[in-house]
């Protein structure tokens, strides 16, 4: 069987919900490894602190790339829908994936200011495919 081929807005998508869902890995080993298998799956509430400010910080950064990935992936699969791509929009998207990667790597290390300009980076990104979907750009 033919695998279609993606559109490149589709493509990043798909590398950024990969990406996404495989960010919890690195903190949930660091979990397994400071209490054991037993203790760290009989918490709950997945609310015992760690030993490690990366883990913190890689767990929170996994999350804001789930509440940003809410609004890209409607974007992407809106601008698809439409038959819109431009090399605006492919641009927006390649660069939507690399910021959110770039913000998780450097949340994770707690490199400030470079955090603040992967995420500014990524809504911008956002707010591109917004404009291109509405006619804009």
Do not use: K
Not at 46 to 68: D, S
């Amino acid at each position: 069987m033919q695998i279609p081929a993606l559109s490149p807005e589709l493509y990043w998508l798909t590398l950024t919900v990969l990406m996404t869902g495989l960010m919890w890995v690195p903190y949930i080993l660091n979990r397994l490894a400071e209490q054991g298998p037993l203790v760290a799956l009989r918490d709950p509430e997945g609310e015992t602190a760690t030993r490690v400010p990366w883990a913190e910080r890689m767990m929170r950064a996994h999350q804001n790339a789930v509440e940003n990935l809410v609004i890209f992936a409607p974007l992407v699969l809106a601008l698809q829908l439409a038959g819109i791509s431009s090399p605006v929009t492919i641009t927006a998207s390649l660069v939507y994936f690399f910021a959110r990667l770039t913000h998780y790597v450097v949340f994770s290390l707690g490199v400030p200011v470079v955090r603040i300009l992967a995420f500014a980076t990524g809504v911008v990104a956002q707010v591109t495919l917004a404009l291109a979907l509405l006619g804009l750009v």
